[in-house]
Structure formats: structure tokens, C-alpha cells
């Protein structure tokens, strides 16, 4: 009885059509609700830290003296709750995935200088 069924899906396997997708060449659609990764408008961005105390793997570094955003890809854990606290509403869950890196290391972003004006 086992071997009719392994031949059914034997025979299906080879005359069907594919069950994945060539994911290099074709790629596909992301999900409404996706969530990918953090983005931060860092000229919106007030350096408050609050996303970095609402984030529970603790990703997130925000040093006011340095005026620096900085964001751990690999221990970010897509929970949304950085965004969701956030007051100025600068960051934003992208639905693509994190860019493939050899090398594990954080994305730092700086807030420019305010123009001062005289």
C-alpha cells in the first residue's frame, strides 16, 4: 500500500510543476504584515532612547552625546515595538528582508549638525 502512494507522488513530482521557487531569479511578494527590518528617519528622529528601552533583545543603542542611532541586525528580533512607542514616529518595519553580510556588525546612524543660524 506504501509503495502506490510513494509512486503517486513520485510520478507527481516529476511531470508537475515545482513546489519552490528559483529564489535568486524569481522572488517573491512579501506578505501585507511582513516584517523585515527597522528603518530610522534619522532627521526626525529626537534621540529620546525610548525605542531602545522598549526593545526587548536590546538591539537598539541611541547615545544623545554622539548624536547616533545604531541598530543590531542580528540580535533584532522584528517584535515592532520600537516603532510602536516611538513619539516622532521616525522608524518604520520595512517589509523587505535584511541585506545578506559575511560579516556581523551593527548600522550606525548619525543625526547631522543643526545649522545654526546668525
Given amino acids: 500500500m506504501g509503495a502506490f502512494k510513494l509512486g503517486r507522488m513520485t510520478m507527481r513530482s516529476l511531470f508537475g510543476k515545482p513546489a519552490c521557487a528559483m529564489y535568486p531569479v524569481k522572488t ?6 511582513t516584517k ?8 526626525t ?6 525605542c531602545e528601552k522598549k526593545c526587548p533583545a536590546g538591539a537598539i543603542t541611541v547615545s544623545k552625546p554622539e548624536r547616533t542611532w ?4 542580528f540580535s533584532c528580533v522584528q517584535c515592532d515595538s520600537c516603532w510602536q512607542v516611538c513619539p ?7 517589509s523587505t528582508y535584511t541585506a545578506p553580510s559575511a ?7 548619525s543625526k547631522p549638525e543643526a545649522a545654526v543660524a546668525g
Fill in 28 to 33: 517573491r511578494e512579501p506578505y501585507p504584515r
Fill in 36 to 43: 523585515g527590518h527597522i528603518e530610522v528617519d534619522i532627521e
Fill in 45 to 50: 528622529c529626537i534621540l529620546c532612547g525610548i
Fill in 70 to 73: 545604531t541598530i543590531n541586525p
Fill in 88 to 94: 516622532k514616529k521616525c522608524l518604520t518595519m520595512e
Fill in 103 to 109: 560579516a556581523m556588525s551593527a548600522r550606525i546612524v
